[in-house]
């Protein structure tokens, strides 16, 4: 057989901010085409429009912009194959109702919610299939005459797919195998309602799929018992030789205990579980994003690959580039993936440490003018020698800020407990000594300024750790941070020097 095309499609619903979850099942599919010189399809599926959210498909769109996972065709890109929004092909779905009902592997409901309530109450466990039909006010069951009158007359109804009973229902996937099913247990699905003029996800998702020539379908596990009436649907339409390979992704589970990751789980824990900052327009709550917490997008994605996936070996840092030439389904779990956020974490940590400072610098902006500095109070090059400095102890973002501020900002004041520690009745005279000596250096660097210093403190008998931890309090303003001389270096000797007279001006000496 001819080898298909691999085509791909995340068909999110826009019915709120897309799940972290979500986004994994985007990078999978993505890598898959990517890897396959094949073609990456977002499909908006927007058929539920009780569930409708407005913004929702702007924050997929810019979610999978910020984490660079490239859509090829979709509503922003078009595309051969579109519209790409499931709202704009009511005529499409119309026309294959038709077809299912023509061929009679389709049927009429007029059943009201009161009444499959009633059915419901009646009979446990009912279920509308094989052995209920009949009882039911569809056209099945009901004169010809009946239900064009009720139709003529604009009766709400529905359109139900007709699953034969006692047939044995494949699913091939690809990362759990061959999955057997009795169609027995499936209901008669609602294809589409009158009322909306709107299919459902069913009828949608298979329609879809077949025109846009999907070979592979790659979703979350929890589409795994909808696959067994989609392949009815591709067998009900003729389509089976050209029905795409699924791939049922294993769920995020929970960092501890049992289950799936809920946002629950994130609140209560402290980890985002959306990719992006989310102001739900509703209820104008405020949802955290990880791009908000100061994570890059590169390690998020490098995380959520290894969620589900991993390269055969134990190689944990990989570009997207890496991910591309690697991924297989054959190395996808079964089992679902705990979310471990402090993984995630160390691969935020891993990802600022490489990332050298000249490039952090935009991302270091946001945090520099929120603590009221100038951005152009300092050159890029400071700035970046500041993030090369102290990235080392960042994990997120905004440690960055923690960690430099002072690079920014001379201390205004000095940390009580450390005051009280380190600056005895001597320290003044002791950093008047200092002044004198740093003012006699061309520069403060650690191979000009280090040696001398140490020096210094050898011929006078001074205690170091006494001169170190004043010099360094005066210039951080608490006992904390890199090496004193590479802070020297960057501050320079008018800012070190005058930080020091200011101290010593304004620190007094704590009563013993
Ligand atoms: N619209 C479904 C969702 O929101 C798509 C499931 C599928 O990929 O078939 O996840």
Excluded at 23 to 45: C, S
Excluded at 288 to 310: I, K, M, T
Excluded at 387 to 410: C, H, M, N, T, Y
Aim: net charge negative.
């Amino acid at each position: 057989m001819e080898q298909r095309r691999v085509r791909v499609r995340f068909a999110p619903s826009p019915t709120g901010p897309l799940h972290i979850g979500g986004v994994r099942t985007a990078l999978y599919n993505y890598l898959f085409a990517r890897q396959n010189g094949g073609d990456m399809i977002l499909r908006i599926e927007d058929t539920d429009s009780q569930r409708f959210v407005p913004g929702a498909e702007d924050y997929i769109n810019e979610s999978l912009a910020w984490l660079g996972i490239g859509i090829d065709e979709g509503v922003r890109e078009g595309g051969a194959y579109g519209p790409y929004k499931q709202s704009e092909r009511r005529d499409i779905y119309r026309k294959h109702v038709k077809d299912l009902l023509d061929a009679g592997k389709a049927y009429i409901a007029f059943d009201t919610p009161a009444e499959l309530e009633k059915a419901r109450a009646e009979k446990p466990n009912f279920q509308y299939d094989a052995s209920t039909r009949l009882q039911m006010r569809n056209s099945l069951a009901m004169p010809r005459e009946e239900v064009d009158r009720l139709i003529a007359e604009g009766t709400p109804y529905v359109v139900r797919f007709l699953i034969e009973p006692g047939r044995d229902v494949k699913v091939n996937d690809l990362i759990r195998g061959e999955v057997s099913i009795s169609s027995s247990i499936l209901d008669d699905k609602v294809l589409y309602k009158s009322a909306d003029d709107l299919p459902t996800y069913h009828l949608a998702n298979i329609v879809d799929d077949h025109l846009m020539e999907v070979s592979h379908v790659i979703r979350g596990e929890e589409w795994l018992p909808s696959a067994p009436l989609h392949v009815l649907l591709y067998e009900a339409f003729g389509w089976q030789d050209t029905m795409p390979q699924f791939v049922h992704l294993p769920l995020l589970l929970k960092p501890d205990g049992k289950g799936k990751l809920s946002k629950r789980d994130g609140d209560r824990l402290g980890f985002p579980v959306f990719p992006l900052e989310w102001h739900d327009p509703k209820s104008g709550d405020i949802s955290s994003g990880f791009r908000e917490r100061g994570y890059l997008p590169q390690a998020l994605v490098n995380f959520l690959a290894l969620l589900g996936w991993n390269p055969g070996d134990d190689t944990e840092i990989m570009s997207m580039d890496d991910l591309i030439a690697k991924f297989s389904f054959a190395h996808c779990s079964k089992s679902g993936a705990r979310f471990a956020f402090e993984k995630g974490k160390w691969f935020n940590h891993e990802y600022i440490l490489n990332t050298p400072g000249k490039d952090l610098v935009p991302m270091f902006y946001p945090y520099l003018e929120a603590a009221g500095v100038k951005a152009d109070a300092f050159s890029q090059d400071y700035i970046a020698d500041v993030l090369d400095l102290v990235k080392s102890r960042a994990e997120l973002l905004p440690d960055l800020w923690g960690q430099a501020d002072f690079f920014f900002i001379a201390p205004e004041a000095y940390a009580e407990k450390d005051v009280k520690k380190r600056w005895k009745p001597e320290t003044p005279e002791l950093m008047n000594g200092l002044i004198k000596l740093l003012e006699t250096l061309p520069d403060l660097s650690p191979a000009t300024a280090e040696p001398v210093v140490m020096q210094w403190i050898a011929n006078n008998g001074l205690h170091t750790g006494n001169v170190m931890n004043a010099f360094r309090l005066a210039l951080v303003g608490r006992c904390t941070g890199p090496h004193i001389f590479e802070i020297t270096q960057l501050l320079g000797s008018d800012e070190t020097i005058r930080r020091v007279r200011r101290a010593v001006a304004e620190i007094k000496v704590p009563e013993a």
